[in-house]
């Protein structure tokens, strides 16, 4: 009870400035708080969200690559998964992800809740599968009575294990940045400067995709529309799910909220500075070469973009029961 | 501003029932609040202990091997460490590790300041240097800014980085357990049975070392006193520093607080249950074998020893800036 009424306290305290979206023109609106959220599944999804044990390793959870204290990524290139393999594309930031329409860079999976199964079964992720997952919370008392308390009844499935973790995930935005404020009436909120800076974002039409509250993660579009974009990388975007032609480079419309925080920058996280990732997209989306500090308007507007940080208590997690499996990090099957 | 006054307010949420030892006979006293925190200290030394960029792989920190919710370990036989590679002993617990007398199951590090500095240099532990540490801290501005707030100059240096660890080591007791409780007056707080396996641990000679408020951690013991602790373990214990053959298998008597929480036990992280536990310590340190339930009763006593877990907001790490090295994992040399 009394983390339920913490959550409570706390959500409050990230929402209240929070308004809904101004009938104004801006490409971009507010970060409203998520609406008709279930707080039973968003502490027991915050839990599984930091619980290692749903990897046979016991070394890995989900906040290992979407680490919350850091922007919801790791800054790596590509994550450190399973025995130290490396992973394959840049983990996306788990903020602000509920605003995102589809998930993956390649959209491959609809949902939050389909996302949440995938890298957990990810042999290079953590490596587990639908029944190691079941068959640890089934054997710890605390979860068993967790699920039934939330659900209703005490059958541990997968669809409860996701649902439940992407609850909580709905609760990862990032309200009151400098830019929000600005866009709610505070016209001091941000700079001239960066004020400057967004609107040669619109004019020059980088919010034709990077566009709603996210700032982007409406559209899967073309990576290198006007230009190739360069890179040794074997990723083919909605490609490698459809096997088209026509979806070659086609990747999600990454979101710019707190874009500051999440470096390196694209699918193959080549690009460490967000004025050169400003430059390039520039050139390869939209055959425009800056001049001057244009870049650097641009980037100073972004950075206002960075909001209020996800602050809960830290999850106390259930003790193993008896029959609990006992994590194998270095046996060789893994399971 | 914020972060300080949810700490107090934590700390004095956390510390409201924990009064002075009680002038008995027993010879386990109950946890108290730690005195002359500088709070400031603790809310840097807290996000030092889940930096994972003091590590050059960007992947391991403090909070890695020393899960705090997870009481205060991995709950695994030998840690992850960089690469992947196997820790060399069991992991034991950062709770409550203030009332450890000496650090470390040989007792190789006399204070938890002198501790923090060590895993985090491990090549098989986070595999850093104290070099690569401070040029990652100097490099992100949020550290300079608040290294000068805490410490009133702006030099970063490991004696300052260990500190700030300690000092926020120190708030994590867990005081308010059942036996606590019952320490303090409440004489429902734990059952008869549960009593009657209190009493046994003292008749028999468990509380000879296991004493004092954290229920060991007072001195060091040789392990197997009466008869041979059977392990295929290659550490000596205390020997390993000293080269002494009257320091073979010479260990720190550990903490028993919160010790349900913590399988595996001992050094070489064996034994999973408490059970096993318990008649393995009778027989090889006091030559007793136990009979009928007495095994379980002494179980019973010492899951009253599981306090209150330490809670605290999510620290939000700082930034990295421009010049901040970009971790490796993956890189050949790590470095």
């Not at 999600?252 to 699918?267: A, D, G, M």
């Not at 001049?291 to 940080?309: S, W, Y």
């Amino acid at each position: 009870m009394k983390f339920y009424l913490a959550s409570i306290f706390m959500v409050i305290f990230c929402f209240t400035h929070a308004m809904p979206a101004l009938s104004n023109d801006e490409p971009i609106s507010p970060i409203q708080a998520p609406k008709l959220i279930d707080l039973g599944m968003v502490e027991l999804g915050k839990k599984l969200f930091y619980e290692r044990r749903l990897s046979p390793s016991g070394h890995l959870a989900c906040n290992s690559c979407h680490n919350i204290s850091m922007g919801g990524v790791d800054n790596l290139q590509f994550s450190v998964g399973y025995k130290w393999q490396q992973g394959t594309i840049n983990t996306p930031t788990v903020l602000n992800s509920s605003l995102n329409f589809t998930q993956f860079w390649n959209g491959r999976a609809a949902t939050l809740q389909e996302q949440a199964g995938m890298p957990l079964e990810n042999p290079i992720g953590m490596a587990s599968s639908h029944s190691i997952t079941i068959n640890v919370l089934k054997t710890i008392p605390g979860y068993v009575t967790e699920f039934k308390q939330v659900f209703g009844d005490s059958e541990i499935t997968m669809d409860k294990v996701t649902a439940a973790i992407a609850e909580f995930e709905m609760t990862l935005v990032t309200p009151d940045s400098p830019f929000d404020r600005w866009l709610l009436g505070d016209k001091q909120a941000i700079s001239q400067y960066a004020l400057s800076g967004y609107q040669l974002f619109k004019k020059v039409g980088c919010s034709t995709c990077h566009n709603g509250p996210g700032v982007g993660g409406q559209t899967l579009q073309k990576l290198g529309l006007v230009e190739p974009y360069e890179t040794t990388h074997p990723a083919r975007g909605k490609a490698d799910i459809t096997g088209k032609t026509e979806d070659e480079n086609v990747y999600k419309v990454p979101l710019l909220r707190n874009i500051e925080l999440t470096p390196p920058y694209f699918h193959d996280g080549a690009v460490n500075t967000l004025e050169e990732a400003v430059t390039i997209m520039a050139r390869v989306q939209l055959g425009i070469k800056f001049k001057d500090d244009e870049a650097a308007r641009i980037v100073a507007f972004l950075k206002t973009l960075t909001g209020r940080q996800p602050v809960f208590p830290l999850p106390t997690l259930h003790p193993s029961g008896p029959d609990t499996p006992r994590p194998q990090p270095f046996r060789e099957d893994g399971s």
